[in-house]
């Protein structure tokens, strides 16, 4: 079941286009992985389902709700961590911690001072001394000290160090755990290989990819470094084999995961001694998408 | 190594007048012009040496000498001593301003927002950005003497001579760079931005204070204020040039100081260190009205000291006034005499819509903080939690109305605790405070058109400023300069009854209520149905 339906969403400001027929769903129980590069439109996305921004045209529902009309009500069940967490300079970390568990309601203060106490925050001091990945962490705190139903994260660990990035982690496997929903947008693409259930790929305001990890890495390649005993004869001629290159006595090339079955029949005619392959990341995935002005989703 | 602490100066400072093209000229140009205006307005006003010696009649009444100075010159008055009298003092403040806000602008606020950081990492000296900063201030300053020295002697008019307006300019330009000093050194000295504003202002109010005292009293306590050396020139009379320079050495004095404090501390530091806040929030602490009153907790008891001594400071001044108003009869021109009505009592509206105005400053600031909330991207925080737009606009709605009812309440009370004991007749408290309130509804009409704007136009906030100054202008100077009384009836505070004088009218202030209701509803609709920033 769906918790979240965005159907041909478009966001103009002016005469710019921000988002263009986006169409996205994210499942109950479900992380969402959301990535893109940088002004792709993740954030003005995020804003529209946070009823921030007003859609110019097509439907956004959360929880069946209209994102917009019912603000408030779909409030109440979620939580939401930006990017940029631009906080009160003269208030203290605890104190807008508070605040923003008050705002939604309920109280869990053990939960906050377990959360406080994992992502090794001072809560005394004031905002305007926090580093970038301190005023997440308040966030972050604020965030997963409620039961929310879904989480929505921007970027949420882009200032964090390496072990409260594991404490952050451990946060979005628990609330998935309890059967909770998230959409994360991120730029870390191993967090959101190791997190996420789904991912959508978002380029200049147009989704241009949707699908589970492994789906979307039958749209990739595999990298392939090969020594065989025979030099490979025709390699270039076989379908699916892109940027050869000679390293030592070894080859190494690419091969669309599609032609995989294909290729390694014809090279294992030439006695393979060693062979080393590389699964698709990614990384690899989102760096197809991303290069060059053309939608490289086509042409694999 | 001394050389090298200014590296890139040139550089820094193109950039500071880049970043203020708009600004900068906006500021000098609608001073100037304001300055032109009045001048050539006192020459249609008063045409005849009759006229002009009525108008220093009332230059010698201490509620006149408490606002705008000493009277000098009255045995002649001239059209110079009369736009040295009237304007010199007003003028001289919003300079102040200015200056205060760009150098704190420049310094402060960029360092606190992470900028100076990536200009310190370039290859620029460790002072350039404030000594960049300080060059750009003072150059602004003596753009702006010049054109208004040269500008007034321009105008032709009889006894403005070119020495008098030069000195006329240089008495503005001056105390334009000494409180863009106070404010460099409050900017090393605090660590962040609102509080260097906050106590520059201060010291600017305190030096208005103290010269009204010293004004008002024998004069000796004047020489301590900034603002008293510039009234100390008697430009126009005498000429006095030292008292610019007693400003410039003080400035320079500042200067150094600033440098010197700059140049010891580390970037983002103070020296008056930070303490540590509450681990939790407090009970009040809980939703929109709680956080916008507790992020404007200081500002606000700061406010209300301050109109509470504004109000205490015009209340002082009643027994001076009584006795004043017994030996002179001719009052026109300010006042326009009601039989019934004692002379004191005529006094009453003209200070409370000057302290009226002043109060709407507090007011509006709390309402307009929602909109800097939402650039600096703080109000999504509440957005994206279970708080309604319209929660969240009532929140600083309803602040704003509270500090309205509060700081009209504490300049009635101010004026009355003070006034009381110096009038030898009763001074009733529900008359002063009737006098003080009935001002509300004109606050209503302003808070109803920050509404609107918050609601419709976010970027253009700013317009409610220029519509209070307009105000001030027209209903402060308005009866001075005979303004054709629809300029007046364009502000909400032309139209409130001049109580005790007038009676009461609550069929104006319906209207005004109603005004400010159909505005208010109207940008809580907009509110509603805006994109956020």
């Known amino acids: ?120 925050l001072d809560p005394t001091k004031k905002c305007r001394t926090y580093s970038k990945g301190n005023r997440q962490k308040v966030a972050l705190v604020a965030a997963f000290s409620l039961e929310a139903d879904l989480y929505i994260l921007d970027e949420p660990t882009s200032g964090l160090d390496p072990l409260m990035e594991k404490v952050f982690q451990e946060c ?78 070894a080859l190494s090339f690419q091969v669309d995961t599609e032609e995989l079955d294909n290729v390694m029949n014809h090279i294992t005619s030439f006695g393979i001694v060693k062979l080393e392959s590389a699964p698709p990341t990614l990384e690899d995935l989102f760096m197809r998408h991303y290069e060059g002005p053309g939608k490289a989703g086509g042409a694999s | 190594m001394a050389k090298s602490m200014y590296k890139n100066t040139g550089r820094l400072s193109r950039f500071n007048l880049r970043r203020d093209r708009i ?41 006149m000498e408490a ?33 205060i806000l760009f150098v704190v602008r420049h310094t402060r606020e960029d360092e606190e927002g992470g900028r100076i950081e990536l200009i310190r990492s370039l290859p620029t000296g460790r002072l350039a950005n404030l000594n960049a900063t300080v060059i750009v201030v003072c150059g602004v300053n003596v753009l702006f003497a010049l054109i208004v020295g040269l500008g007034l002697y321009a105008l032709g008019i009889e006894s403005m001579d070119l020495e008098g307006s030069l000195l006329y300019g240089a008495a503005l330009g001056v105390t334009g760079v000494f409180f863009a000093m106070v404010a460099a050194v409050f900017a090393q000295a605090l660590e962040n931005s609102r509080g260097a504003v906050g106590l520059s202002f201060a010291v600017l109010g305190v030096s208005y204070l103290i010269r009204a005292a010293g004004d008002v009293g024998d004069g000796v306590l004047s020489w301590f204020s900034p603002l008293g050396w510039v009234l100390g020139t008697e430009v126009y009379v005498n000429n006095y040039w030292w008292p610019i320079v007693l400003t410039i050495a003080a400035a320079t004095v500042l200067t150094v100081l600033a440098f010197y404090l700059n140049a010891i501390r580390d970037l983002g530091s103070g020296f008056i260190p930070a303490k540590p806040g509450r681990k939790h929030a407090s009970a009040l602490l809980r939703g929109p009205i709680g956080l916008s009153f507790r992020i404007q907790r200081t500002g606000l008891i700061a406010w209300a000291i301050g109109i509470y001594v504004i109000g205490a400071s015009y209340g002082s001044i009643f027994g001076d006034l009584e006795s004043f108003l017994e030996e002179v009869e001719m009052m026109q021109e300010l006042i326009n005499p009601v039989e019934s009505a004692s002379l004191t009592d005529q006094f009453i509206p003209m200070l ?77 408290f529900g008359k002063i405070y009737g006098a003080a309130m009935v001002y509300l509804p004109a606050m209503w009409v302003m808070i109803g058109v920050a509404v609107l704007l918050i609601g419709f136009a976010p970027r253009f906030t700013g317009l409610v400023w220029a519509y209070l100054c307009y105000s001030f202008i027209v209903v402060y100077l308005g009866n001075l300069l005979k303004f ?44 509603r149905k805006r994109d956020m920033y």
């Not at chain 1, 400001?13 to 792709?40: Q, R, S, Y």
């Not at chain 1, 039958?218 to 390293?247: F, M, Y």
């Not at chain 2, 400053?361 to 903080?369: A, E, I, N, R, T």
């Open chain 2, 352 to 428: 409370m819509s000057i302290m009226a105005m002043i109060s709407t400053v507090p007011v509006l600031m709390s309402v307009l903080k929602l909109v800097g909330e939402e650039r600096k991207e703080r109000t999504e925080h509440l957005l994206s939690r279970a708080v309604s737009r319209t929660r969240l606009l009532a929140g600083s709605f309803v602040i704003a109305i509270v500090t309205s009812f509060a700081m009209l309440s504490l300049a009635g009370t101010g004026l009355w605790s003070a006034g009381t004991v110096v009038v030898e007749d009763e001074l009733g």
């Open chain 1, 172 to 249: 979005v496997l628990d609330a998935k755990k309890k059967g909770k929903s998230v959409l994360l947008s991120s730029h870390i693409l191993s967090e959101v290989e190791k997190l996420c259930d789904r991912v959508g790929i978002i380029r200049q305001g147009e989704i241009i990819e949707t699908g589970s990890l492994d789906e979307l890495r039958h749209l990739t390649r595999t990298s392939l470094l090969v020594e065989t005993k025979q030099p490979i004869a025709n390699l270039k001629q076989l379908q699916g084999v892109h940027d050869i290159g000679e390293k030592e006595q």
């Open chain 2, 23 to 63: 600004r900068i000229p906006v500021w000098l140009l609608s001073l100037a012009v304001l300055t032109f205006v009045v001048a050539l307005a006192f020459t249609d006003l008063y045409e005849t040496a009759e006229d002009r010696q009525g108008i220093a009649e009332t230059m010698k009444n201490p509620a």
């Open chain 1, 1 to 120: 079941m769906s918790l979240l339906k965005i159907s041909g969403l478009t966001k103009k400001f002016g005469k710019f286009t921000a988002l263009d027929d986006v169409n996205m769903e994210v499942n109950e129980g479900e992380v969402f992985g959301f990535i893109g590069p940088n002004g792709a439109g993740k954030s003005t996305t995020i804003r529209v389902l946070l009823g921030i921004l007003k859609a110019t045209e097509g439907e956004v529902k959360i929880f069946g709700k209209d994102a917009w009309k019912d603000a408030v009500e779909i409030h109440k069940r979620i939580a939401y961590v930006p990017g940029d967490v631009n906080l009160w300079p003269n208030l203290s970390g605890g104190e807008v911690i508070d605040l923003f568990m008050k705002l939604r309601g309920g109280n869990h203060k053990d939960r906050r001072d377990e959360l406080i106490q994992k992502f090794d």
């Open chain 2, 484 to 527: 054709p009384s629809w300029m007046a009836n364009l502000s909400p505070y032309g139209h409130i009854p001049q109580l005790p004088v007038d009676n009461m009218d609550y069929m104006k202030v319906s209207v005004l209520t109603i005004i400010a209701v159909v505005l208010t509803i109207a940008g809580f609709i907009g509110y």
């Open chain 2, 67 to 99: 606002m705008v100075g000493k009277g000098y010159g009255l045995d002649n008055y001239t059209y110079g001593a009369i736009m040295a009298n009237q304007m010199l003092l007003f003028t001289a403040i919003a300079v102040a301003i200015m200056s």
